[in-house]
């Protein structure tokens, strides 16, 4: 079905160590294969190879030859492809050429010229096989990443290929939307689909992965059967700088719970768009000053409008913040919060490293910014454009502008998603010196191993509501794993 | 950007709404006052409001009737007593705003009622040619986009205090822009990733499965710009 002979493939411009070496690969028909490694061990540079991205879009020097059922990769144009490679990528919100779900799942079926009632009963069928009903004929601004994703599946559903690739799905999602996307695999691996699933987050394809690929700089290190890999002992993941393999170790790992003394209140938070629905309603919460606050609660459930509101970014918004004998209100909060936003590319705004803290700063002081430079392992890119450092980098310059701007609160909007196990733990070990230097932090995540590595405090929303706060110690393990084991 | 394919309330096709927005920007824009011109520019200008009434976008309608309202009453009533300066940036800003307005207006009609794949069935009715069809799909695409980012951005720069008056105002665009524009391109190159991989720009006959056709409101319309504009040139090029 797919056949990779001795393929060597470089980026333009990049340097040698993000390309392919050496690679030889088969997969069988009907076979589910997940490859994992670190973040730039060529994971996704070999899904694009088997959906023809590479040669026909990304550019670089590639030798060897890729044949996907009997065709040669470099010598089919990708609309020819379409038919036989489809593809789900990594982020849901840039993967939509429609903006409502029925279009778009129309959308590679009218591309290949297909007539109107063929085009109607394939999205009827698809619909159908992947329970996409509901989502139908909905604005994509209206989904949640989980039903995104779902969108991006059936519209590759749609043209019913017989090789499905998937770059990092699960990135963006929250638990229903794994569980989701889940099922969705399962559905295609019962059809007889042949599945490439390029991932960090290793537990869901339990059960489901025939076979296991353990890559590293730019080569197929590893191999297993997947119930081989998932025996594995957790020390096995560790080395090689994988993420848990089941959530059910996280059980073992062990919490320290600290001592809350002084406690932060947030009062009187309420909001919504229109009278009908609330989108969030908490009267009063208290949380410890001081600590390590995970936000945990499902998508749409209120998690980012809190975060918005502590930061003072809400309009209209009346809510109270007393913490360290003072009262906040929402506009004030804009200089006593900051937010280490998801896409950090939004916060960075001038030519260096440097620059970046010493705008944030209300009196430039450069010892100052290359001390906190310092703190944060940036000091040797200083002089570096913000634009051109790698995504860990740049969240840790956003962490510099806050310290740089004295601000006692920060807040990260899911900091790990898409990472993988060492990178997860600097953010970590980033946020657990945050809260040495005696700041409070906020963490909005779905991911329960960043909790376990750093967090000392729960804070459960569910529909707009505070269903539980709670100090992260043994029993408060137990409470936050009851949620997203479901 | 419209978004949802739920039966929509409205009534032209793709096609009648972009000569309609050509025209009204290139009549107001371009015609002179006087004549038959009397007649026409104030039709023209009813358009727009006409449009987001019939398609129950009320507080459009209303905005759009009072910015017009304004800029009119000041054109006529506060040129004539003003002098000097004043009466110069009053012309100057009046003048402008009663002219690009409803043609603004109508831009964004056009892109609030229109999902991209009628705007792309409409496109492959007029027979352009896919090099052309594809990246303006993709800019119509793009608009909700930007102002998602843009919104995100604007967030970035309220928490780092950069806010009018903050000093550098010319700074100030080149935060916005910056961040905007990197993230643009990233946005852009995964889109066109996707769509490649659905076979977008096969050299095939593309087919759609959005029902859009010219209706009579479609030829009413129509005909109001083609008189429209066979006057404009009367005006331009006859009268000299």
Redesign the interface.
Known sequence: MINLKDIQFFYTGASEASGLKQINLHIKRGETVLLCGESGCGKTTLTRLINGLIPHFYEGTLTGEVMICGKRISDTPLYDLAKTVGSVFQNPRSQFFNVDTTSELAFGCENLGMNEEEVLSRIDRTAEALSLNPLLGRSIFELSGGEKQKIACGSVGTLGPDIIVLDEPTSNLDILGINDLKSIISKWKIQGKTILIAEHRLYFMQGLADRVLYMKNGEIREEYTGVQFYEKPSSFFRERGLRISALAKLGKKKVCPVPEQKVLTVENLEFSYSKAKKLIDIPRVELPEAGIIAIIGHNGAGKTTFVRSLCGLLKKDKSILKYNESTLKARKRLDSCYMVMQDVNHQLFTESVLDEVLLSMKKEDRENAEKILDSLELLAFKDHHPMALSGGQKQRVAVAQALASGRDIIVFDEPTSGLDLRHMEKVAECIRQLRQQGKTVFIVTHDPELILSCCTHILHIKKGRAEGSYLLNEAGKKRMMDFFCL | ??????SSKTVLDPRTKMLLAVTIASVLIGGGSGGIMNIIRPALVLVPLLLFCISGKWKSAAIYAAAYLCAFAGELFLVPVTTGFMNFMIVACCGMFARFMPGIAMGSYLVNTT???EFMAAMERMHLPQKLSIPLSVMF?FF??VGE?YG??G????????RFGGGKPGKML??RM??LM??CV??GE?????????????????????KIGIRPYDLAAMLLCVVSIIFLLIDKFSVI
């Open positions: 950007m419209k978004s949802t394919s739920k999902t991209v794949s695409r909700p986009t980012e995100a951005i967030d970035a720069m309220r928490m780092r205090g950069i080149e935060y910056v961040p990197v993230s990233k946005i995964e889109l066109s990733a996707s769509a490649l991989t659905r076979g977008l720009g096969a050299p095939i006959h593309r087919t759609n499965i959005c």
